[in-house]
T-cell receptor, first 112, second 113 residues
């Protein structure tokens, strides 16, 4: 059983398109996150939701919009994709804020 | 704001040798500290964590780390490297009221036969 799953695993698209990445966790956790890992492997948090409420919103362009329909899901929608959005995006979850986080397998986004 | 510094972006050891990956942190409050490992094209897996209590923590795959408050360090060690340990290792800290997990830039561990 996959604890944190993401779809798709790979996403190749053209500049200007709109795309979504889906994340689901079956751990019963209250908190979910999105991270971006750049080409140098640097990981940076983008968003955090606790009980469906936005807790952390880093300095991310407003083209990125997270949506949490329920505690088990946190999707990431990206409008007007740019070349610089190419990266690996990781979803994670934790029991609560401050607890260890469990990461999904990542979605490699390539913008052409 | 909290931060993490990992000394050495690349560490190379021989199989059977000691592994030492260095991590220093800064935090305005008592920190929670973590080590994660990332194998190629995979997500991150938790190796070990320190929150409170015993300062020497043991993790999976024979790794351990010691929290040293006076040195603001949380170095990761393993007595004997195995080929399967080759991966990217990330130190991370939660050190503020917003519970944000901040990562270091990672250390790539190479294990030579």
């Amino acid at each position: 059983d996959t604890a944190v799953s993401q779809t798709p695993k790979y996403l190749v698209t053209q500049m200007g398109n709109d795309k979504s990445i889906k994340c689901e966790q079956n751990l019963g956790h209250d908190t979910m996150y999105w991270y971006k890992q750049d080409s140098k492997k640097f990981l940076k948090i983008m968003f955090s939701y606790n009980n469906k409420e936005l807790i952390i919103n880093e300095t991310v362009p407003n083209r990125f919009s997270p949506k949490s329909p329920d505690k088990a899901h946190l999707n990431l929608h990206i409008n007007s994709l740019e070349l610089g959005d190419s990266a690996v995006y990781f979803c994670a979850s934790s029991q609560d804020l401050g607890n260890e986080q469990f990461f999904g397998p990542g979605t490699r986004l390539t913008v052409l | 704001a909290q931060s993490v510094t990992q000394l050495g972006s690349h560490v190379s050891v021989s199989e059977g040798a000691l592994v030492l990956l260095r991590c220093n942190y800064s935090s305005s409050v008592p920190p929670y500290l973590f080590w994660y490992v990332q194998y190629p094209n995979q997500g991150l897996q938790l190796l070990l964590k320190y929150t409170t209590g015993a300062t020497l923590v043991k993790g999976i795959n024979g790794f351990e780390a010691e929290f040293k408050k006076s040195e603001t360090s949380f170095h990761l060690t393993k007595p004997s490297a195995h080929m399967s340990d080759a991966a990217e290792y990330f130190c991370a800290v939660i050190g503020g009221s917003n519970y944000k997990l901040t990562f270091g830039k990672g250390t790539l561990l190479t294990v030579n036969p």
